[in-house]
């Protein structure tokens, strides 16, 4: 059985007491559970100070096989922000947001250089999904049709090379896989409907519930997360092929990436988002997995 881990965030000392609370005992260097599997949902850096700590608790359970993990946008922006470009430059430019960014992760390694170069191969190697005979994990949002052109020419579901310098192109596959896979979609708003996020900035886009069917729904009803909405209108027309209605007949998804700030709960049956925001004073969640088709509310155990 499997107990799949919300994002984390370098925010070490929560991992430590979930693994606790779940069950698992650090014996050999590294956390493992008598009977079942940790499975991350990427996001292990940036944000909180223990980057390297965290990192160390994750990756030695991945490499000892007492876990599984899958690329987050975060592990995925860093990798571009050390690759150098064909051309000039870097994969991710190295501006001030960027720099703030990063700033916690290259801190936690400003004296560890040749460990860094370990992490980021380790990195590259993170699946982008990941597919049991039960249940399916991904960082942000599951598409069919993505995810079947990586399992065509990704072994492994693992980047390449060449897939990491074409998906910082815009207007490629790779770059629409990992935008969709790893970041999500999101709706662009008009001119005319004002939101608010989380933190009370206005924004001209939002995260959407890509899995809703979305005929009937107005914008609060699809928006992932903590948006406030002024002028609140239906789906138009024209933004319903950006939903990926996913059946309750289909095996059940977990994601994380959103950063919710509810209480930790279900999306649909077959459904749940388990990033709740722990680098903001949120929780840190896992879904403890028992092989069910539709999941079960007291199955969330968080910290």
């Keep these: 059985m499997y107990d799949i ?13 979930l693994l606790d609370k779940l069950g698992y005992l650090k014996t050999n260097g590294y956390y493992s559970h008598p009977e079942r599997k940790a499975i991350f949902t990427g996001d292990f850096i940036n944000r909180g100070k223990k980057v ?33 470009s064909y051309g000039r430059g870097y994969l991710k430019r190295h501006n ?19 460990e860094l170069k370990e992490y980021l191969e380790w990195m590259k190697k ?20 993505l995810i079947k052109f990586v399992k ?14 074409n998906s910082a192109r815009e207007g490629t ?37 890509w899995w809703m069917q979305p005929d009937g729904h107005r ?40 950063c919710l700030r509810e209480e930790p709960q279900l999306q649909t049956p077959n459904l749940c988002c388990i990033d709740y925001c722990c680098y903001r004073n949120g929780r840190l969640a896992a879904y403890r997995m028992q092989g069910e088709t539709w999941l079960k509310r007291e199955n969330l155990v968080f910290v």
């Design 5 to 17: 881990i919300g994002d984390i965030h370098g925010k070490a000392d929560s991992l430590k007491i």
């Design 96 to 114: 001030s947001s960027n720099r703030s960014l990063f700033y916690y992760t290259t801190k936690a390694f400003i004296n560890h250089p040749s």
């Design 152 to 165: 065509r020419n990704l072994p492994g579901n693992r980047i390449t090379e060449s897939f990491l310098h």
């Design 173 to 209: 596959i790779e770059n629409e896989i990992i935008s969709v896979l790893l970041t999500g979609i999101e709706l662009r708003l008009d001119k005319i409907t004002k939101a608010l996020n989380s933190l009370g900035n206005p924004v001209d886009h939002m995260r959407i519930k």
């Design 219 to 258: 914008l609060s009803d699809v928006a992932m997360g903590d948006y406030k909405i002024s002028r609140d209108r239906p789906v138009k027309k024209s933004e319903k092929h950006m939903f990926l209605p996913y059946s309750e007949e289909k095996r059940p998804v977990f994601i994380g990436h959103y």
């Design 52 to 84: 390297r700590q965290t990192l160390k608790i994750v990756r030695r359970m991945v490499d000892n096989r007492a876990a599984y993990a899958v690329m987050g946008n975060h592990e995925y922006n860093f990798i571009c922000y050390h690759t150098k």
């Design 126 to 145: 993170l699946p982008l999904f990941l597919e049991f005979e039960n249940f399916r994990v991904v960082h942000a949002c599951w598409d069919r049709k």
